[in-house]
């Protein structure tokens, strides 16, 4: 990006841990690299969504978070599905990200990484409530204990002592916390229970002081499941200690899972929290079910700015260096219609009707993310989003070359990486598709010999 100049909106957030930082070196570093540097205030929570989703409007190349994981949340939010890049220079209280990927406190060193940084896809989570208020995550939801502990917290406090104050107000929430029953789906496993506390990881920090999911990648298109087992403020309270000594949860009240989706569903609401801040639920209403926590991904959602010297432990694959963009053609579709006005416009509505009708009739084509004993897990190549494909004991899958296999064959064959083209009826609660053609498209895999 050193090669051309890079419009870049650095969005501050003046409530945030060190939300007086001073920009004016990190911006005189940026602007010697060729930076356009244009500065943006959160004033209000929400607001750094509405200033990010301008920013990608108006043809900014970057967006940097120069507050909190908070601030850095919501901007996920505002970015999701453009090619704007998003980068950090650390200006909250715990910086989780920051401290993930390596990022410098000192924002001159940060603001150096910043302008030579690599660009690396990762993927997005998603939680809805009862189907509605989605909002995106970029390091991990809690169910539970947390939540509870997060709606407590003193924010004057918590700028002043930083995180001694989530300490504290875990403290107070501990004597009258309760487990709650609940009903977890995890792609197709069902597990039922009670449960202080449920993490979603999409990374493995937890607070500025232990790992809830330290085994989680973030370009795995999977999310990684903490379940806490443990009931009433003493056994909470041993896990605590778990996670202050050892550093993660004790296995004895402690089960990890892995999923593409994760559906909780429970008698009543549950304290939650996204990236660090408490989540609102006033509007939420009881269903047939009750509430129901609907946790999805988009794999490689957004695109983010690492520093070259990041040892890459939260990455699966290998950096691959000026990707093409997967909506290249889109965005280009774009500014054309944009530029011929009405006619082009009209022309663009005609071609996307006829490439849904054409998607309708071939079926999604998919990347595979991960396979299980009777259904694999699948991104849509187009939108990122991660799925549950599900495929019928007998049915069959084509290959390329028009041979077909016994599902049962091919299953154990296929490969994370594999591309299928998937036709069928999808699930949206459930975050799932019935399969009822599969086609198995660029991998080695062939039809067995003919005795």
Known sequence: MANRVVRACLITNPRSGRGGMDLTEPMQVLQAHGWDVSVRHKLHGGQATELARHAARHGFDVVVNCGGDGTLSEIIDGVMGTEVAV???PGGTANLWAHEVGISSRLRVAALQLASAERRRIDVGHVTING??????????GLGFDGAAIA???????NMIGPAAVGLAALQAL?????????VTLNEAQWEGRVSQIVIGNTRRYGSFTRMTPDAFVDDGQLDVCLITASGPLSVGRQLGSLLLRQRPSPETAEYYRASSVI??????MPLEIDGGSVSQKKVQMTNEGVVYAFTLV????????????????FQSAPQVDALPRRLVAIGERATSQADGHDGEATRKQMEKQRKKQRKKQGRLMKVVAVGPAMLSAASVR??????????????IELADGAHLDWEDALPQITEGDLLRVKGK???ERNTIAAKRVTLLGSALTAPARV
């Open 264 to 269: 909780v569903r429970a008698d009543a609401p």
């Open 87 to 89: 980068g950090s220079l």
């Open 426 to 428: 999808r699930d949206h």
């Open 132 to 141: 509605r208020h989605g909002q995106y995550f970029m390091l991990m939801a």
């Open 383 to 396: 939108s990122g989003r991660v799925s549950t494909v599900l495929v019928q004991s007998g049915a069959r």
């Open 152 to 158: 407590r917290v003193n924010k004057p406090l918590k």
């Open 299 to 314: 794999a490689q959602g957004i695109t983010a700015l690492l520093p070259r010297t990041y040892d890459n432990q939260l």
């Open 175 to 183: 004597p009258t916390f309760r487990s709650t029953s609940v009903r």
